[in-house]
Protein backbone atom coordinates (compact mmCIF):
# COMPACT_ATOMS: atom_id res chain seq x y z
CA UNK A 1 0.00 0.00 0.00
CA UNK A 2 1.37 3.57 -0.83
CA UNK A 3 1.11 6.46 1.38
CA UNK A 4 1.41 10.25 0.30
CA UNK A 5 4.72 12.15 1.12
CA UNK A 6 3.62 14.04 3.75
CA UNK A 7 2.10 11.22 5.17
CA UNK A 8 5.42 9.84 4.84
CA UNK A 9 6.92 12.17 6.94
CA UNK A 10 4.88 12.09 10.01
CA UNK A 11 5.73 8.31 10.35
CA UNK A 12 9.33 9.36 10.21
CA UNK A 13 9.03 12.35 12.51
CA UNK A 14 7.37 10.31 15.03
CA UNK A 15 10.97 8.62 14.59
CA UNK A 16 12.81 11.05 15.39
CA UNK A 17 13.95 11.35 11.71
CA UNK A 18 13.94 15.65 10.75
CA UNK A 19 11.64 16.92 8.27
CA UNK A 20 11.22 20.02 6.89
CA UNK A 21 8.28 22.34 9.06
CA UNK A 22 4.98 21.81 6.74
CA UNK A 23 1.60 21.13 6.60
CA UNK A 24 -0.74 19.06 4.04
CA UNK A 25 -3.82 20.82 2.41
CA UNK A 26 -6.87 19.15 0.96
CA UNK A 27 -8.34 22.58 -0.72
CA UNK A 28 -7.07 25.48 -2.48
CA UNK A 29 -8.10 27.08 1.12
CA UNK A 30 -6.21 25.11 3.41
CA UNK A 31 -3.42 25.90 0.96
CA UNK A 32 -2.66 29.84 1.27
CA UNK A 33 -3.85 29.27 4.83
CA UNK A 34 -0.91 26.78 5.19
CA UNK A 35 1.55 28.88 2.75
CA UNK A 36 0.77 31.91 5.49
CA UNK A 37 1.31 30.08 8.58
CA UNK A 38 4.67 28.16 7.12
CA UNK A 39 6.01 31.48 6.01
CA UNK A 40 7.77 32.73 2.68
CA UNK A 41 9.80 31.32 0.64
CA UNK A 42 7.78 28.21 0.95
CA UNK A 43 7.52 25.22 -0.95
CA UNK A 44 4.60 24.04 -2.49
CA UNK A 45 4.46 20.26 -3.56
CA UNK A 46 1.54 18.46 -5.75
CA UNK A 47 0.84 15.16 -3.72
CA UNK A 48 0.59 12.16 -5.95
CA UNK A 49 1.47 8.30 -5.61
CA UNK A 50 4.25 8.93 -8.68
CA UNK A 51 7.80 10.22 -8.53
CA UNK A 52 9.29 12.48 -10.66
CA UNK A 53 6.87 15.40 -9.89
CA UNK A 54 9.66 18.00 -9.85
CA UNK A 55 10.49 17.66 -13.92
CA UNK A 56 6.67 17.30 -14.37
CA UNK A 57 6.13 20.40 -12.74
CA UNK A 58 4.64 19.71 -9.36
CA UNK A 59 7.42 21.44 -7.22
CA UNK A 60 7.10 24.87 -7.08
CA UNK A 61 8.70 27.77 -5.08
CA UNK A 62 6.83 30.73 -3.92
CA UNK A 63 8.52 33.97 -2.43
CA UNK A 64 5.55 35.62 -1.77
CA UNK A 65 2.01 35.56 -0.83
CA UNK A 66 0.46 36.29 -4.15
CA UNK A 67 2.71 33.92 -6.06
CA UNK A 68 2.00 30.96 -3.20
CA UNK A 69 -1.62 31.94 -5.03
CA UNK A 70 -1.27 31.67 -8.01
CA UNK A 71 0.63 28.56 -8.19
CA UNK A 72 -2.13 27.14 -5.86
CA UNK A 73 -4.32 27.96 -8.91
CA UNK A 74 -2.65 26.20 -11.47
CA UNK A 75 -1.29 23.16 -9.39
CA UNK A 76 -4.75 22.06 -7.65
CA UNK A 77 -6.54 19.93 -9.53
CA UNK A 78 -4.34 19.73 -12.39
CA UNK A 79 -3.61 16.56 -14.71
CA UNK A 80 0.01 16.03 -13.39
CA UNK A 81 2.39 13.91 -15.81
CA UNK A 82 5.54 12.62 -15.04
CA UNK A 83 7.66 9.22 -15.88
CA UNK A 84 5.82 6.85 -13.32
CA UNK A 85 2.42 8.37 -14.13
CA UNK A 86 1.85 6.46 -17.17
CA UNK A 87 -0.11 8.76 -19.98
CA UNK A 88 -3.19 8.86 -18.43
CA UNK A 89 -1.61 11.17 -15.67
CA UNK A 90 -2.78 11.98 -12.12
CA UNK A 91 -5.30 14.82 -10.94
CA UNK A 92 -3.97 16.39 -7.83
CA UNK A 93 -6.45 17.17 -4.69
CA UNK A 94 -3.84 17.55 -1.83
CA UNK A 95 -1.10 19.80 -1.62
CA UNK A 96 2.38 19.45 0.64
CA UNK A 97 3.39 23.06 1.89
CA UNK A 98 6.76 23.35 3.40
CA UNK A 99 9.72 26.20 4.38
CA UNK A 100 12.08 26.39 1.96
CA UNK A 101 15.79 24.92 2.39
CA UNK A 102 19.25 26.27 2.64
CA UNK A 103 20.66 23.63 0.74
CA UNK A 104 24.24 22.47 0.76
CA UNK A 105 24.46 18.60 -0.92
CA UNK A 106 21.70 16.28 -1.50
CA UNK A 107 21.89 12.53 -0.85
CA UNK A 108 19.69 9.39 -1.41
CA UNK A 109 18.56 6.98 0.93
CA UNK A 110 16.44 4.17 0.97
CA UNK A 111 15.32 0.61 2.41
CA UNK A 112 13.85 -2.51 0.68
CA UNK A 113 13.71 -6.21 0.62
CA UNK A 114 16.01 -7.66 -1.90
CA UNK A 115 14.14 -10.85 -2.67
CA UNK A 116 17.11 -12.56 -4.43
CA UNK A 117 18.63 -12.75 -0.47
CA UNK A 118 15.26 -12.69 1.19
CA UNK A 119 16.38 -9.84 3.54
CA UNK A 120 16.18 -5.85 3.87
CA UNK A 121 19.07 -3.81 2.30
CA UNK A 122 20.10 -0.32 2.82
CA UNK A 123 21.05 1.51 -0.39
CA UNK A 124 22.92 4.86 -0.13
CA UNK A 125 24.41 7.69 -2.52
CA UNK A 126 26.09 10.78 -3.33
CA UNK A 127 23.56 11.44 -5.94
CA UNK A 128 20.79 12.62 -4.59
CA UNK A 129 17.57 13.74 -5.96
CA UNK A 130 18.12 11.71 -9.14
CA UNK A 131 15.69 8.37 -9.55
CA UNK A 132 17.69 4.88 -8.32
CA UNK A 133 17.40 3.71 -11.85
CA UNK A 134 19.02 6.02 -13.39
CA UNK A 135 21.62 5.60 -11.01
CA UNK A 136 22.07 2.09 -11.04
CA UNK A 137 22.19 2.52 -14.76
CA UNK A 138 24.60 5.75 -15.29
CA UNK A 139 26.99 5.53 -11.93
CA UNK A 140 26.19 2.05 -10.22
CA UNK A 141 29.62 2.11 -9.27
CA UNK A 142 28.02 5.06 -6.72
CA UNK A 143 25.58 3.44 -4.79
CA UNK A 144 26.46 1.40 -1.96
CA UNK A 145 24.58 -1.35 0.23
CA UNK A 146 24.78 -3.28 3.44
CA UNK A 147 22.14 -6.08 4.19
CA UNK A 148 20.33 -6.45 7.10
CA UNK A 149 21.87 -9.50 9.65
CA UNK A 150 19.12 -11.57 10.05
CA UNK A 151 17.65 -11.54 13.62
CA UNK A 152 19.95 -8.74 14.22
CA UNK A 153 19.01 -6.28 11.84
CA UNK A 154 21.53 -3.51 10.68
CA UNK A 155 24.72 -2.71 13.09
CA UNK A 156 26.27 -0.11 13.61
CA UNK A 157 29.71 -0.56 11.54
CA UNK A 158 27.16 -1.81 8.58
CA UNK A 159 25.81 1.93 9.63
CA UNK A 160 28.91 3.72 9.86
CA UNK A 161 30.05 1.80 6.35
CA UNK A 162 27.10 3.73 4.94
CA UNK A 163 27.77 7.21 6.12
CA UNK A 164 31.61 6.72 5.28
CA UNK A 165 29.90 6.31 1.44
CA UNK A 166 27.53 9.36 1.77
CA UNK A 167 31.45 10.96 2.23
CA UNK A 168 29.93 12.78 6.03
CA UNK A 169 32.61 14.00 8.39
CA UNK A 170 32.83 15.33 11.86
CA UNK A 171 29.25 16.16 13.54
CA UNK A 172 27.30 15.19 10.70
CA UNK A 173 28.89 12.20 10.36
CA UNK A 174 27.67 11.29 13.96
CA UNK A 175 23.76 12.79 12.73
CA UNK A 176 23.87 10.78 9.33
CA UNK A 177 24.76 7.32 11.48
CA UNK A 178 21.45 8.10 13.95
CA UNK A 179 19.72 9.44 10.90
CA UNK A 180 19.95 5.90 8.81
CA UNK A 181 19.56 4.13 12.21
CA UNK A 182 16.12 5.55 12.55
CA UNK A 183 15.10 5.51 8.97
CA UNK A 184 15.65 1.35 9.37
CA UNK A 185 13.61 2.17 12.78
CA UNK A 186 10.91 2.53 10.91
CA UNK A 187 11.26 0.30 8.02
CA UNK A 188 11.46 -2.41 10.62
CA UNK A 189 8.72 -1.14 12.96
CA UNK A 190 6.43 -0.25 10.14
CA UNK A 191 6.34 -3.40 8.25
CA UNK A 192 7.29 -1.46 4.99
CA UNK A 193 8.37 -2.43 1.44
CA UNK A 194 10.22 0.51 0.69
CA UNK A 195 11.35 3.80 2.57
CA UNK A 196 13.02 6.11 0.43
CA UNK A 197 14.64 9.38 1.30
CA UNK A 198 15.32 11.39 -2.20
CA UNK A 199 16.53 13.49 -1.29
CA UNK A 200 18.19 13.70 1.98
CA UNK A 201 20.13 16.72 2.50
CA UNK A 202 22.49 18.24 4.65
CA UNK A 203 21.87 21.96 5.21
CA UNK A 204 24.47 25.16 5.49
CA UNK A 205 23.89 24.83 9.15
CA UNK A 206 24.98 20.99 8.83
CA UNK A 207 21.53 19.62 9.74
CA UNK A 208 20.37 16.68 7.94
CA UNK A 209 16.53 16.26 6.62
CA UNK A 210 14.71 13.89 5.03
CA UNK A 211 13.32 16.83 2.00
CA UNK A 212 11.30 14.26 0.48
CA UNK A 213 10.44 10.47 1.43
CA UNK A 214 8.00 7.93 0.44
CA UNK A 215 6.94 4.71 2.40
CA UNK A 216 5.15 1.70 0.73
CA UNK A 217 3.67 -0.57 3.29
CA UNK A 218 3.62 -4.56 2.78
CA UNK A 219 -0.17 -5.34 2.23
CA UNK A 220 0.22 -8.61 4.43
CA UNK A 221 1.04 -6.99 7.37
CA UNK A 222 -1.68 -4.23 7.50
CA UNK A 223 -3.68 -6.66 10.53
CA UNK A 224 -0.71 -5.52 12.21
CA UNK A 225 -1.28 -1.85 11.68
CA UNK A 226 -5.13 -0.79 11.11
CA UNK A 227 -4.09 2.84 12.18
CA UNK A 228 -2.44 2.70 8.28
CA UNK A 229 -5.43 1.88 6.82
CA UNK A 230 -6.95 5.38 7.30
CA UNK A 231 -4.16 6.62 5.32
CA UNK A 232 -4.98 4.86 1.74
CA UNK A 233 -5.96 7.23 -0.61
CA UNK A 234 -8.53 5.28 -3.02
CA UNK A 235 -8.09 8.09 -5.53
CA UNK A 236 -4.78 7.09 -6.55
CA UNK A 237 -5.55 3.93 -6.88
CA UNK A 238 -7.25 2.15 -10.10
CA UNK A 239 -10.60 1.89 -9.73
CA UNK A 240 -10.47 -1.44 -11.13
CA UNK A 241 -7.80 -3.13 -8.89
CA UNK A 242 -9.82 -1.45 -5.70
CA UNK A 243 -13.51 -3.18 -6.67
CA UNK A 244 -11.60 -6.36 -6.95
CA UNK A 245 -10.05 -5.56 -3.36
CA UNK A 246 -13.38 -6.02 -1.88
CA UNK A 247 -13.87 -9.68 -3.05
CA UNK A 248 -10.46 -10.64 -2.16
CA UNK A 249 -9.28 -11.08 -5.52
CA UNK A 250 -5.61 -10.41 -7.34
CA UNK A 251 -5.90 -7.94 -9.74
CA UNK A 252 -3.70 -5.58 -11.48
CA UNK A 253 -4.69 -3.90 -14.58
CA UNK A 254 -2.01 -4.03 -17.69
CA UNK A 255 -1.80 -2.31 -21.00
CA UNK A 256 -3.03 -5.43 -23.44
CA UNK A 257 -6.57 -6.99 -24.48
CA UNK A 258 -6.53 -10.43 -23.82
CA UNK A 259 -8.16 -10.58 -20.42
CA UNK A 260 -6.94 -13.06 -18.12
CA UNK A 261 -8.51 -15.46 -15.30
CA UNK A 262 -6.35 -17.68 -13.38
CA UNK A 263 -5.85 -19.62 -10.42
CA UNK A 264 -3.05 -19.00 -8.32
CA UNK A 265 0.23 -16.43 -8.92
CA UNK A 266 2.10 -18.64 -10.48
CA UNK A 267 -0.24 -19.95 -12.91
CA UNK A 268 -0.97 -16.66 -13.90
CA UNK A 269 2.38 -15.28 -14.75
CA UNK A 270 2.80 -17.95 -16.75
CA UNK A 271 -0.22 -17.32 -18.46
CA UNK A 272 0.76 -13.94 -19.19
CA UNK A 273 3.73 -15.20 -20.50
CA UNK A 274 2.76 -17.46 -23.03
CA UNK A 275 0.20 -14.72 -24.81
CA UNK A 276 3.22 -12.74 -25.00
CA UNK A 277 4.88 -15.51 -26.46
CA UNK A 278 2.71 -15.89 -29.22
CA UNK A 279 1.93 -12.11 -30.04
CA UNK A 280 -0.59 -10.79 -27.63
CA UNK A 281 -0.69 -8.53 -24.90
CA UNK A 282 -2.10 -9.52 -21.53
CA UNK A 283 -4.46 -7.02 -20.24
CA UNK A 284 -4.62 -7.92 -16.66
CA UNK A 285 -3.22 -10.09 -13.92
CA UNK A 286 -6.34 -12.11 -12.35
CA UNK A 287 -5.68 -14.52 -9.76
CA UNK A 288 -9.12 -15.69 -8.37
CA UNK A 289 -7.53 -17.68 -5.64
CA UNK A 290 -7.40 -21.54 -5.06
CA UNK A 291 -11.57 -22.22 -4.93
CA UNK A 292 -13.02 -20.27 -8.68
CA UNK A 293 -16.90 -20.06 -7.10
CA UNK A 294 -19.71 -19.25 -9.13
CA UNK A 295 -19.22 -15.85 -7.34
CA UNK A 296 -15.64 -15.59 -7.74
CA UNK A 297 -16.31 -16.16 -11.52
CA UNK A 298 -18.75 -13.28 -11.70
CA UNK A 299 -16.86 -10.45 -9.91
CA UNK A 300 -14.16 -11.44 -11.58
CA UNK A 301 -15.51 -11.11 -15.27
CA UNK A 302 -16.99 -8.26 -13.94
CA UNK A 303 -13.96 -6.47 -13.30
CA UNK A 304 -12.20 -7.57 -16.33
CA UNK A 305 -14.57 -6.31 -18.74
CA UNK A 306 -15.27 -2.89 -17.05
CA UNK A 307 -12.29 -2.72 -19.19
CA UNK A 308 -12.81 -1.38 -22.99
CA UNK A 309 -9.80 -2.78 -23.36
CA UNK A 310 -10.15 -6.28 -23.42
CA UNK A 311 -10.92 -8.24 -26.75
CA UNK A 312 -10.70 -11.69 -25.22
CA UNK A 313 -10.95 -13.66 -22.16
CA UNK A 314 -8.44 -16.86 -21.45
CA UNK A 315 -9.84 -18.80 -18.08
CA UNK A 316 -7.08 -20.65 -17.34
CA UNK A 317 -7.82 -22.81 -14.34
CA UNK A 318 -5.82 -26.12 -12.59
CA UNK A 319 -8.17 -28.75 -10.66
CA UNK A 320 -6.12 -29.59 -7.21
CA UNK A 321 -7.90 -28.71 -4.42
CA UNK A 322 -10.66 -27.57 -6.52
CA UNK A 323 -12.38 -29.74 -8.99
CA UNK A 324 -12.39 -28.99 -12.84
CA UNK A 325 -15.73 -30.04 -12.99
CA UNK A 326 -16.86 -27.22 -10.39
CA UNK A 327 -15.53 -24.52 -12.13
CA UNK A 328 -17.02 -25.40 -14.68
CA UNK A 329 -20.27 -25.15 -13.60
CA UNK A 330 -19.41 -22.08 -11.88
CA UNK A 331 -18.52 -20.41 -14.91
CA UNK A 332 -21.54 -21.65 -16.29
CA UNK A 333 -23.70 -19.95 -13.95
CA UNK A 334 -21.67 -16.66 -13.48
CA UNK A 335 -22.03 -16.19 -17.69
CA UNK A 336 -25.63 -17.24 -17.41
CA UNK A 337 -26.63 -14.06 -15.58
CA UNK A 338 -24.73 -12.10 -17.73
CA UNK A 339 -24.62 -10.56 -21.30
CA UNK A 340 -21.25 -11.10 -22.60
CA UNK A 341 -19.87 -10.30 -26.06
CA UNK A 342 -16.10 -11.07 -25.85
CA UNK A 343 -14.73 -14.10 -27.28
CA UNK A 344 -14.18 -16.68 -24.00
CA UNK A 345 -11.02 -19.20 -24.33
CA UNK A 346 -11.53 -21.99 -21.33
CA UNK A 347 -8.36 -24.38 -20.50
CA UNK A 348 -9.44 -27.20 -17.61
CA UNK A 349 -6.99 -29.18 -16.26
CA UNK A 350 -6.62 -31.27 -13.65
CA UNK A 351 -8.84 -33.26 -11.18
CA UNK A 352 -11.97 -33.92 -13.74
CA UNK A 353 -11.02 -32.10 -16.37
CA UNK A 354 -12.92 -34.45 -19.13
CA UNK A 355 -16.35 -33.95 -16.88
CA UNK A 356 -15.54 -30.01 -17.31
CA UNK A 357 -15.04 -30.13 -20.84
CA UNK A 358 -18.66 -32.21 -20.95
CA UNK A 359 -20.41 -29.55 -18.84
CA UNK A 360 -18.67 -26.54 -21.02
CA UNK A 361 -19.57 -28.06 -24.31
CA UNK A 362 -22.87 -29.33 -23.49
CA UNK A 363 -24.08 -25.33 -22.08
CA UNK A 364 -25.82 -23.28 -24.26
CA UNK A 365 -22.89 -20.47 -24.18
CA UNK A 366 -20.57 -20.40 -26.87
CA UNK A 367 -17.01 -21.14 -25.25
CA UNK A 368 -13.79 -21.75 -27.24
CA UNK A 369 -12.65 -25.04 -25.28
CA UNK A 370 -8.84 -25.80 -25.46
CA UNK A 371 -7.00 -28.97 -24.89
CA UNK A 372 -3.76 -27.15 -23.50
CA UNK A 373 -2.41 -24.13 -22.65
CA UNK A 374 -0.37 -23.33 -25.80
CA UNK A 375 -3.75 -23.50 -27.31
CA UNK A 376 -5.69 -21.69 -25.40
CA UNK A 377 -3.07 -19.02 -25.83
CA UNK A 378 -3.42 -19.10 -29.27
CA UNK A 379 -6.72 -18.87 -29.40
CA UNK A 380 -7.30 -16.54 -27.05
CA UNK A 381 -4.25 -14.16 -29.10
CA UNK A 382 -5.93 -14.67 -32.49
CA UNK A 383 -9.76 -13.74 -30.82
CA UNK A 384 -8.56 -10.61 -29.35
CA UNK A 385 -7.20 -10.16 -32.97
CA UNK A 386 -9.81 -10.26 -35.17
CA UNK A 387 -12.16 -8.71 -32.21
CA UNK A 388 -10.24 -5.29 -32.53
CA UNK A 389 -9.93 -5.99 -36.24
CA UNK A 390 -13.86 -6.03 -36.39
CA UNK A 391 -13.42 -2.80 -34.47
CA UNK A 392 -11.81 -0.37 -36.83
Known amino acids: MKIHEYQSKEILKKFSVNIPKGKPALSKEEAILAADEVAYPCVIKAQIHAGGRGKGGGVKVAKSRVEAISIINELFGKRLFTVQT ?51 KETPEKIVKEYAIPGLGLQSYQLRQLAFALELEGQVLKKGIKFLASLFNVFRRTDASLVEVNPLVITANDEIIALDAKI ?108 CDRVALGIVDALRTMDIETPIVVRLEGTNAKEASKILSESSLNFIIAKDLKEAAEKAVSAANIQRSSKL
Do not use: Q, W
Not at 217 to 225: A, T, V
Not at 260 to 280: E, Q, R, S, Y
Open 216 to 323: NFDDNSLFRHKEFLELRDLSEEEPSEVEASKYNLNYIRLSGNVGCMVNGAGLAMATMDIIKLFGGEPANFLDVGGIASSETVTNGFRILLSDPTVKAVLINIFGGIVR
Open 86 to 136: GPEGKIVNRLLIEEAINIDRELYVSIVIDREKALPVMMVSTEGGVEIEKIA
